[in-house]
């Protein structure tokens, strides 16, 4: 994630270098190891999902009755 705002070009970046860090065998096996499943994506990918994520969790939230504190 990036601060809102941070202009495109310097989230693709960060993204191109991220996602060659992932690929690495050795660190895809250390994240395995604490059994973290590596994923990457878009950042639109990554967009989508997070807001997917609010209203599916939102939601669960709303309908349980929970408050923010």
Same mark, same amino acid.
Request: aromatic share 8%; no cysteine.
């Given at each position: 994630?990036?601060?809102?705002?941070?202009?495109?070009?310097?989230?693709?970046? @960060?993204?191109?270098? @991220?996602?060659?860090?992932?690929k690495?065998?050795?660190?895809?096996?250390?994240?395995?190891?604490?059994?973290?499943?590596?994923?990457?994506?878009?950042?639109?990918?990554?967009?989508?999902?997070?807001?997917?994520?609010?209203?599916?969790?939102?939601?669960?939230?709303?309908?349980?009755?929970?408050?923010?504190?």
């Amino acid at each position: 994630m990036a601060r809102a705002g941070t202009p495109k070009s310097i989230v693709n970046e @960060l993204n191109k270098y @991220l996602t060659a860090d992932l690929k690495r065998p050795e660190t895809a096996e250390r994240f395995n190891k604490i059994g973290v499943k590596v994923k990457y994506s878009s950042p639109e990918e990554f967009n989508q999902w997070i807001r997917s994520e609010i209203d599916k969790w939102g939601k669960v939230m709303r309908d349980a009755g929970i408050e923010p504190q």
